[in-house]
């Protein structure tokens, strides 16, 4: 027997949910591409992976950064013949949110060193459990071992994350319905009844039979007539629901507020700022704690037992995010959170230019204050000043 016979026979598998009888009976598709459409929630989804990809992933030994590692050049330069790293984590985060999953395919040299990071490109995947082994099968019939694969999974209990879209396709289809809704009533469509005809005389049947014709075959649809002749005596009035009787504002509000809800992301990054925040800083330190340092650290995790062996992890190597464009707020802020932590000797001028993406090497002199002394001397420093001050006591002392 094959080793796919075996695999299969003897392997536990999971079949995610693709779609319902619900979505096929109410002929509305919900997928990737629907919920796209809605406005908020491809902010949302675009919000959260252009913030994480734009934040520089490193390589650190007991918390140096190693940058000869070739590692760190694949998750922080180029990930692949034709990713750049940022396009890498874009991708795997926007597919994540998506799907509820994405993978790479790590790809490793003769000597066993990883070279690349391949992006898998898959409509259904199963994981499957065999000799105590877990595999994950795609939809093109390729079964991967989980240690070759990066995996970026969004929240679940089992070996795969929970599908966003299919969890929530209730919301995701009130929404589209509400967006289309809102545009039927711009073009008037949303209420059944267009407009009413009055007459001050009685037709009869052959004369009602014949306008209610004339008015379904040539004025009714986007393509029909748009001046209508009447005869003599004869009033038209229109029909048409007004923005503020459909509440359609408040729906759109709730839309964000809900999108916002099922992406775990404050309402101001789908474009709802009813709530006010005092400054930027806020803002972006809600946006970190609430949705990005959940995932930075799945993230940091996957990679760091992925792409190290385990005595380069108990040597120290690992995984981290540089997490401060996202923290330091305005220049002023910055400035004064620096001057504080180097005053307080926590921090020195190198590692705020690497903070900074500065280049390590000062071009032209710098200075700094005069009344500052390197911490290792602070000690001689005051017990000189010290002795210095209590010989001159004891000299004045003496000339009284």
């Given at each position: ?231 003599d005596g004869m009033k038209l009035d229109n029909i048409n629901l007004s923005p503020e009787q459909t509440k359609f504002l408040e729906s759109r509000q709730f839309e964000k507020s809900e999108v916002a809800s099922m992406l775990n992301v ?47 992890i108990l040597d120290g190597f690992y995984v981290k995010a540089n997490v401060e464009a996202v923290l330091r707020g305005d220049s002023k802020s910055r400035a004064e959170y620096y001057k504080e932590l180097f005053y307080l000797g926590s ?32 000690g001689e420093f005051w017990t000189g000043k010290v002795n210095k001050d209590l010989a001159k006591a004891e000299l004045d002392e003496s000339k009284t």
């Amino acid at each position: 027997m094959s080793f796919f016979k075996n695999l299969l026979s003897n392997s536990v598998i999971i079949n995610p949910s693709i779609i319902s009888i619900e979505d096929i009976s109410n002929n509305t598709i919900i997928d990737a591409n629907t919920a796209l459409t809605i406005g908020a929630f491809y902010q949302g989804v675009n919000s959260i992976s252009n913030t994480i990809a734009s934040l520089p992933f490193k390589v650190f030994q007991n918390k140096e950064i190693q940058k000869k590692n070739p590692i760190h050049y694949i998750i922080k330069e180029k990930s692949n013949d034709l990713q750049t790293a940022f396009e890498f984590f874009n991708t795997m985060i926007f597919i994540m949110f998506l799907k509820g999953n994405s993978f790479a395919k790590i790809v490793r040299g003769i000597t066993g060193d990883v070279e690349q990071l391949i992006i898998i490109n898959y409509s259904t995947v199963e994981p499957i459990i065999f000799n105590n082994r877990l595999y994950f099968k795609f939809d093109k019939g390729e079964s991967i071992p989980n240690e070759d694969l990066i995996h970026f999974k969004n929240i679940g209990t089992g070996f795969l994350g929970i599908d966003p879209i299919s969890n929530f396709r209730k919301n995701i289809e009130i929404n589209l319905n509400a967006t289309s809704y809102t545009n039927q009533v711009y073009t008037g469509e949303a209420s059944s009844i267009k407009g009413s005809i009055t007459y001050d005389k009685a037709l009869n049947d052959q004369q009602r039979d014949r306008l209610r014709n004339e008015l379904s075959t040539k004025f009714s649809g986007k393509n029909g007539k748009k001046i209508l002749f009447l005869e003599d005596g004869m009033k038209l009035d229109n029909i048409n629901l007004s923005p503020e009787q459909t509440k359609f504002l408040e729906s759109r509000q709730f839309e964000k507020s809900e999108v916002a809800s099922m992406l775990n992301v404050p309402p101001f990054i789908v474009g709802d700022y009813s709530t006010t925040y005092s400054n930027i800083e806020l803002q972006n330190l809600h946006f970190y704690k609430q949705t990005l340092l959940p995932i930075i650290t799945k993230i940091e995790s996957e990679l760091k037992h992925k792409l190290f062996t385990k005595d380069e992890i108990l040597d120290g190597f690992y995984v981290k995010a540089n997490v401060e464009a996202v923290l330091r707020g305005d220049s002023k802020s910055r400035a004064e959170y620096y001057k504080e932590l180097f005053y307080l000797g926590s921090i020195t001028p190198k590692e705020i230019r690497d903070k900074e993406d500065l280049p390590t090497e000062y071009n032209g002199e710098a200075y700094i204050h005069s009344n500052l002394i390197p911490l290792g001397i602070s000690g001689e420093f005051w017990t000189g000043k010290v002795n210095k001050d209590l010989a001159k006591a004891e000299l004045d002392e003496s000339k009284t």
